[in-house]
């Protein structure tokens, strides 16, 4: 019986140090987990930024490009207008820069590959040779886009909360 028990207490102490080990790397994962969850939190929260200003900047370029004055120039292109071809060069210029001016006020420029389509948009304002329509489409189509992820995620959101509480229950 002694020798049987002092095995069985050499076995415990041995089972005791590996639950200890185990559970200290447990601490070291649990710790290593809480920070990484907190850190893609914090990306997250710039992620719904940038989203935020390229939309904001998405609809200011809209709202530049429906303008009055942008209305007021693409009626002044049409023949029979009294504008030289100077004058409605310079026109155009002022309002695609201005329009580029707020995309580039949009944080997707300050990191790289952030939203290719907006980059393109930009490329597309800086052109020798511009065709609104183009742009105006492209910008729809990405406003589009963005508002059909946004839907997307919403909906995953609500499976996950509904799934999660299913399986409280």
């Known amino acids: 019986h002694g020798g049987k028990l002092g095995v ?18 447990d601490k070291k994962f649990l710790e ?7 850190d893609k939190a914090a990306e997250w929260e710039e992620r719904k930024k940038t989203r935020a200003a390229e939309l904001l900047a998405l609809a200011d370029t809209i709202k530049v490009l429906n303008d009055d004055d942008a209305l007021e120039l693409f009626k002044s292109t049409l023949p029979n207008s009294g504008s030289s071809f100077v004058q409605l060069q310079t026109r155009t210029t002022a309002i695609a820069a201005h329009a580029l001016q707020i995309l580039r006020r949009a944080p997707h420029f300050d990191r790289r590959g952030a939203r290719p389509e907006l980059d393109f948009i930009a490329l ?4 020798k040779k511009m065709n609104f329509d183009k742009v105006i489409g492209m910008i729809d189509a990405l406003v589009v886009t963005m508002a059909t992820e946004q ?5 995953k959101k609500k499976k996950k909360k509904k799934t999660k509480k299913k399986k409280k229950k």
């Open 8 to 25: 069985d207490a050499a076995e415990m102490k041995n089972d005791l140090e590996d639950t200890l080990a185990g559970a200290a790397e």
């Open 32 to 38: 290593n987990l809480e920070k990484t969850c907190k």
């Open 151 to 155: 839907k997307e995620k919403k909906k």
């Open 124 to 127: 597309a304002l800086q052109g």
